[in-house]
């Protein structure tokens, strides 16, 4: 399975910085590489015709869960379809935390990703607290099959689950590799008791985000059971973003 890397530039570009950012990038083209951009919805179209033809694709930070109607401010997983996305990021902590996006409304938005014919990246992990408690496993069979429970995904869909500890995006410091991989076999375990083996396996990719660099990216994928990674900080400097997908 091709690996898969993830920039997410959240709210931190404008017009002209996410436009020179995809000029950059949009040549990326690497053997077993999958390369996804996820700019603001305010420069998709923008960033989505700067990557056309290419071999980046192009994803969305969020989607609402309706097909169309009165939902002022809100953009459907249709329209994200239109606009040229492949995937879209579900249930980020950061929206989790101020949006405060439920469980419920992670699922709805996972099913009309899914209907729209997008890929869903599904973010699950424990906060600083909840890992004091020790609940980090829990946390994430808990999220994971909240997201996807009764959703059923054929064999021409895929689904990316990414674990981010909240407590480490942004902070410059990854957990420890064996720590990511500990996790990816809960959510990998989670997913072969939701759906079969078969699917988990081949239909589902678990990958890591939170503080991952060009540096520290080797160290996780030589765990083995790292699918790929999800960029933030690290995703919005030309050269560091370019030297991490080489190292992977
Ligand atoms: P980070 O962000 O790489 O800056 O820690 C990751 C994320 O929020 O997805």
């Known amino acids: 399975m091709k690996s898969i890397i993830i920039a997410n530039w959240k709210m931190q ?15 990326i083209s690497e053997k077993d590489k999958e390369v996804v951009i996820c700019p603001s919805f305010a420069s998709l179209g923008e960033v989505g015709n700067i990557l056309k033809k290419g071999s ?4 969305a930070q969020n989607c609402f869960w309706e097909v169309k109607g009165a939902y002022t401010g809100e953009v459907s997983s249709w329209e994200l379809k239109d606009a040229g996305c492949e995937y879209v990021i579900i249930g980020h902590s950061e929206r989790r935390q101020y949006l405060k996006e439920t469980d419920e409304m992670v699922h709805e938005k996972v099913r009309a990703a899914l209907s729209a014919g997008l890929t869903p990246i599904i973010c699950v992990g424990e906060t600083f607290e909840q890992r004091q408690q020790g609940a980090r496993d829990y946390i994430l069979i808990h999220q994971t099959t909240k997201a996807l429970e009764g959703i059923k995904v054929d064999k021409n869909q895929k689904v990316i689950v990414a674990y981010e500890p909240v407590w480490v995006i942004g902070s410059g410091q990854a957990v420890a590799p064996e720590d990511a991989a500990s996790a990816s076999q809960v959510i990998g375990q989670t997913l072969i008791d939701l759906y079969s083996g078969d699917l988990a396996n081949n239909n589902f990719s678990v990958i890591y985000g939170g503080s991952v660099d060009s540096r520290n990216i080797k160290s996780f994928v030589q765990t083995g059971v790292i699918q790929g990674f999800l960029v933030g900080g690290a995703s919005l400097k030309k050269d560091e973003f370019i030297d991490l997908i080489k190292n992977i």
């Open 13 to 27: 570009l404008d017009l002209k910085g996410a436009k020179e950012l995809a000029m950059a990038f949009k040549g």
């Open 56 to 59: 980046v694709k192009l994803g």
